[in-house]
């Protein structure tokens, strides 16, 4: 047959016609559609049994009870557990994120060793052993104080474990973290006698000033905080929130009274001397005051009359007045202190002038105002064995007082003061100011054992790495803090089988000292963490086990306190921003973004307004008035005497004139794309500025300037 | 083809006091963290990140010191459409039945396999409660493993939002069922995400049509249609409460609670000197 | 589209909406039927004459 | 070497010459594919669309060349159902254009969709109270028909038509178009009317929402209406560049100057009924929601009352009036003038009913969103320009579009 262009034109057309009425077309339009509908590259979640776990958040000091939602043995939610006594039912941003933190794509998935400038991943026989040969050699030189430890907190088995194996090991250099938690035992130090703490009944209070605390930015344990800030407007208490910035806490309170930054401590001294001028105090209380009160309202008179307080602060004089009358004539007043969430540099003067005022009206221990309680004391450890080297050592005086200080000696020394360093759950790269400078300290300490779980900013620096699980593959205890009136300790659960090799860093500890044989091997006598929390906790652990939690007091604590103002009575001066230009830049607390050794997740992160960080640039709040010549959202260069950095601007009305905000929490350097290299961490901008009557580092904010562009 | 609404069903809403919100961002991740929400590295263009449940700043713009801030999350508003008869702004658009309403629930759905990405839903919706895939969802590796099956993670090129955590609703169905009182969900037994999260208890979940739940309680809304817009129903008998955008006709099942005048005020639009009219007005039981 | 695809209801809506649409699609194809159909027999009454 | 193709006495230029003003072409085309195929294997976000811009570029692209190809039904409507006979000489044009248009107009929906593959769900699925339902059926249909009305053209090429079944089938159909123009009326009234419901219908949005009769807003007659009235416009503006291009007079003045007559009627009456809508929009619609008129115009130099006073005044007022009056209109320069005023102004209208809508915050405390499109986004829209040139170059050189060509361009005999 001859095909034809004819016949051919005819068969084209014929079998397109008969493809085009075939099943054939329909099938394939909607196989690729179904296609569509179950792309193998979009995840489809196994399911399974629902069940749910209780543990701990301890993400941050809240110290959270969760609820952790599991699909068969994989956790899938984490949720507030109802009922809790710290946070009955609510939770935060961070601690519903919780899981990213199992899954970050920076975590350590097995020890680590530091080979040049790279690590490389080594057993944890070889990272112990190293470990352990390092230490072994310092005893034997003679010189065991030079081991040296950093957690985040005093409270808790596994601090407690870093303390003992310093103290057999013979070394009295156990730091912490600033944190709210220490502040306030700092405070109660300072006025009430050691051992002790603070808490807030802001639950009962009727009449809340506070003194930049931010109650709703993360401030204290968050939710129980959040819950009692909510239940104000039921109970008609007030709030008067006193910083230069309109804080979420100021934009929540019944008045906003700006402050210029660093003269908190002044408004409440001139409010303490209009309280003692006018007769407001509470004459029983006084009576608790010992001596050096009638000095004290001297200094008042003289230093903090009406005109200079406002002079100082920029508050005006009836304001101060009136806040003083309020505040003495409420029914529960309280004051609280901590700037932001309470954990940034502090000044002893402004936490003891802020306290005095609770003194002043006598309201310690009494309902809704401020509790003045012992530190808690659950842990029973056994004796410590320590030889005649443990001894010596441990009778040495510590490098500094605080880590602030602890840093700055051993940059100011020429000797090695520090040959071996443990580090966990704290990330002083970061979170301290001048990190530069706490790096150039980390860089003159010849060993470095991190215990993190993330290879943060520290880790980094580390020479071995014994990565820890996250606090959902692991038990440990976890005791309230941060100024919460109830005294709970939680009980953190494995909530999944842990994904890495890694090990509790309770674990890792007995590890080495059993390694470090002797005496301190003979101190650390148990097999595993999970046996030693048993032990330690044995009066407690039924509850702990059982509820997940153990309230070891729920109410106000019944004594009357001393009070020594001997402090404040020495007039201690305040003190003054670092440099000499016109603006003051401050640390801005969110409480969308962590900002202390443990940073943000993704969700978090995602959370964050564009007026906060804009792409990788992060936005400065700044007064239209200050901002002359700037444009909203457009670029400019932040200078401090620390250093340079180009920023976006956001012109907030919320702000007060002559100050910069910079938001904490960002500008991480660590492998986590969605949380780092996104913003500049103002730790970098701000320098320490130590006060020489306490040795805290209480820079409140740097002298800064800013110009286009 | 008025369909009848809400007859002997249930008709879940919401109520946010602004006035206990502290703008912390609990809501929005508890959300992502049910609804297996995707995060990409930069999510600061707050115009392509999906958040179901989006936390918005309102200031009442005067100058410093007299500044004051308030923070509105805002859910998808399941609106009821004009006259609360189920023709919501995007529902009565979608070319393709990929979103509808629920007559039984009064929840807007969405259907993720259905929707082909027109976003006319988008379009139509005037609170963005709506979202579209722009991209292929991605989670670090490993981290797919805490996604929850009882949501299914969207492919790219579909619109998402806020269901009210209809698996939730199902569940508790599910449950009563179970306990053979199929018509009757127990108030604490279907809850949204957001709100067993938020820390300060601001927002207060429902149904509206239940006089003993606590959310109609506080809204208290009015059956009758409001004599100054005939498309609006459901209007909160108290004066403190507002919806966003009542004007339009949407009847959003999410109201807002707040002391503050000019946050209510900032809930919809007025020409000059209307709100001064009607704020007193304003949420009155003129009949009923 | 269908009657037989699950969001159909037999309500003025849609009678109304596919009415139109399969009148005009009707239309159109009876249209083309009969053009075609009679292309055809034009064809073979042109091969019947020419032969 | 082609000229086995070309219309038997028809002058074309040499093929080589042809060959080059195609390739230039493509590779704009190619450009477009390229970005076309990114969008389809990337997602769009290869696109700078985002959660408020749902509805973009490519969406006004759609609706503006719907609105010009809508000379096509127009012309189809006066000369098969109002039998005005002049326009045979145009009407394969027309026809042309609109093929062009609507094909283009398909293509972009099937790039702007997220999930191409699914886009017959909107057949399937269809949900019949959605203006998009009603314009994706009658768009589709429609289509349908312009290519019957195209296909008789096509068949006329000098091979095809030696094929006596082609031969024949173009002759019935032409016998028969009468019936196809008036369904492709009655579907394009609809899908343009529908497209000017999808915003019409928004009640979520003052901007765009507007009162009606029934279940259609007034948008959705103003849509057809402007589509009618303007399309003819372009059909003119195209036939004129063809001409620019070809160097050829194609089409008589007379057959011109009545469709641009018709045209300036329908512009005429079109902008009275817009400025009437537009007032009652402004004055009794936006308020009762809220909205003072100068909250959608004065926030942004870009979206400023310039824009309203353009397309309502520039673009359609004048050319309307020039269109009208037989001395300007028979003023070449001046119909020009008005052809593109014209062109312009529907385009801009449906830019406004697009992205202004878009653009305009409704949330007290949200924020005017402004856009500017992905190069992606350009191409693509570009893309149908291209294919459009190229099918009307190859329509003009192989298919007898236009009847008149040969008389008005006869070689003068050589006087020896």
Known sequence: MKVDRRSFLGLGIGAVAGIAVSPMGMKLTDDSAIWTQNWPWTPVPVDGKVNYEKSVC??????????????????????????????????????????????????????????????????????????????????????????????????????????????????????????????????????????????????????????????????????????????????????????????????????????????????????????????????????????????????????????????????????????????????????????????????????????TLNCLVGNINKKGGAFVKPNNQYLEFPDVAMDSIAKTGFGKNKTGKYVNQFFEEVNRSSQSLIEALFIYNANPCYTLHDTKKIKKALDKIPFIVSFSSFLDETAMEADVILPSHTFMERFEDVPSSGGLVKTVVGLTRPVIRPLFNTKTPGDSLILIAKALKGNIAKSFPWTTYDKCLESLTSRIWNSLSEDGFAVLSNGMPGDSQPVDVSFLAKNPASLKAQGNYDLTLIPIDNMRLMSAATASSPFAVKTVSDSVLKGKDIVVEINPLTAKGLKNRGFAVLTTPMGKTRVKVNINEGMMPGVIGMVTGLGHTFDNKYVSNKGVNINDLIGQVIEPDSGLDAAFGIKASISKA | MVQENHNSAYKFGMVIDLDKCTGCGSCMVSCMAENNVPFKEDETNKKDSITWMRVYKLTNDKPFPDTEVVYMPRPCQQCGGKGDHGHSPCVSVCPAVATDYGYDTGIVSQIYTRCFGCRYCMGACPYHARYFNWWDPKWPEGMEKYLSPNVSPRMRGVVEKCSFCYHRYQAARDKAYAHGNKDHIKEEDYQTACTTACPAGAIVFGDLNNPAHEVHQIVKPDPHPDPRNKHVAGKSRNPKIFRLLERLGTNPKVYYLSEREWVRKQGDNYLEGEWEKIKNHHGKASHG | MFPFSFEWVWDMGHMVFFGGFWYAIGILSAGMTYCIVKAVLNTMNDSGESH | MDSALIPEGAKRCPLPKFSIGIAIVSAVLLWGVYAMFLCWFKGLNQTNMNDYYGFALWIWADLAVIAVGGGAFFTGLLKYIFKIDELKNIINFAVIIGFICYSSALLILAIDIGQPLRGWFIFWHANVHSMLTEVAFCLSAYFAVLTIEFIPNILENRQANKVPFFHHLAHNMHGVM???????????????????????????????????????????????????????????????????????????????????????????????????????????????????????????????????????????????????????????????????????????????????????????????????????????????????????????????????????????????
């Not at chain 1, 968050?222 to 230069?244: D, G, M, W």
Request: aromatic share 10%; glycine share 8%; proline share 5%.
């Open chain 1, 58 to 355: 301890s993400l941050c000091p809240g110290s959270c009870g969760i609820s952790v939602r599991k699909i068969d043995n994989r956790p899938v939610k984490i949720e507030g557990l109802a009922d809790h006594p710290v946070n009955d039912g609510g939770a935060c941003l961070h601690g519903i994120a919780g899981l990213q933190y199992l899954y970050d794509p920076a975590r350590i998935k097995t020890p680590l060793k530091k080979n040049g400038a790279n690590f490389e991943k080594i057993s944890w026989n070889d990272a112990i052993e190293l470990v352990a040969e390092k230490l072994s050699n310092m005893r034997e030189k003679g010189s065991p104080e030079k081991l040296a430890c950093i957690t985040d907190k005093e409270q808790g088995s596994v601090s407690g474990l870093f303390k003992r194996l310093l103290k057999t090991f013979g070394s009295p250099e156990f730091y912490t973290m600033p944190s709210l938690e220490s502040y306030l035992e700092i405070t109660a130090s300072a006025l009430h006698g050691k051992g002790k703490t603070i808490a807030f009944d802001l639950e009962n209070a009727s009449f809340v000033l506070s003194f930049g605390a931010g109650i709703i930015e993360g401030w204290g344990s968050p939710v129980s905080c959040f819950k009692a800030n909510a239940s104000r407007k039921t109970r008609h208490a007030q709030l008067y929130q006193i910083e230069p910035r309109l804080s979420n806490t100021a934009a929540n309170a019944d008045r906003w009274i700006p402050v210029k930054p660093g003269s908190e401590a002044d408004l409440a001294l001139g409010i303490s001397s209009v309280i003692l001028k006018n007769n407001l105090f509470d004459s029983n209380a006084t009576s608790n005051f010992k001596g050096d009160l009638n000095k004290l309202a001297a200094v008042l008179q003289k230093d903090y009359s009406l005109a200079k307080t406002a002079k100082i602060t920029g508050v005006k004089p009836d304001d101060i007045k009136k806040i003083a009358t309020l505040f003495a004539k409420a029914e529960m007043p309280v004051a609280v202190f901590g700037k932001g969430r309470g954990d940034g540099a502090q000044s002893l003067k402004e936490l003891a002038a802020v306290h």
């Open chain 4, 178 to 416: 009468a019936i196809f123009a008036a369904t492709g009326a009655f579907l394009s009234f609809f899908h343009q009317g529908s497209l000017g419901g999808v915003a019409g219908v928004m009640y979520g949005r003052p901007f765009a929402v507007r009162e009606g009769l029934l279940v259609w807003p007034w948008t959705f007659f103003l849509f057809t209406w402007s589509a009618a009235a303007y399309g003819p416009c372009f059909t003119l503006l195209v036939t004129k560049t063809t001409e620019a291009i070809t160097g050829k007079k194609l089409v008589k003045d007379n057959v011109i100057h009545l469709l641009a007559k018709i045209s300036g009627w329908m512009i005429v009456t079109y902008i009275i009924a817009k400025i009437i809508d537009t007032a009652y929009w402004a004055m009794v619609t936006a308020p009762s929601l809220g909205f003072n008129l100068s909250h959608f115009y004065t926030d942004n130099s870009f979206y400023g009352y310039w824009m309203l006073i353009t397309e309502i005044v520039i673009c359609g007022v004048v050319p309307g009036a020039i269109l009208i009056t037989k001395s300007t209109r028979e003023n070449p320069k001046l119909r020009l003038v008005a052809i593109i005023l014209g062109t312009i102004g529907v385009c801009l209208n449906r830019w406004v009913m697009v992205l202004q809508i878009m653009a305009v915050p409704v949330m007290s405390f949200d924020t005017w969103a402004l856009y500017i499109p992905s190069w992606q986004e350009i191409a693509t829209t570009v893309l149908p320009v291209a294919y459009g040139v190229i099918l009307i170059a190859f329509a003009y050189r192989y298919l007898p579009v236009f009847p008149q060509e040969q008389e008005l361009n006869q070689v003068k005999p050589v006087t020896e």
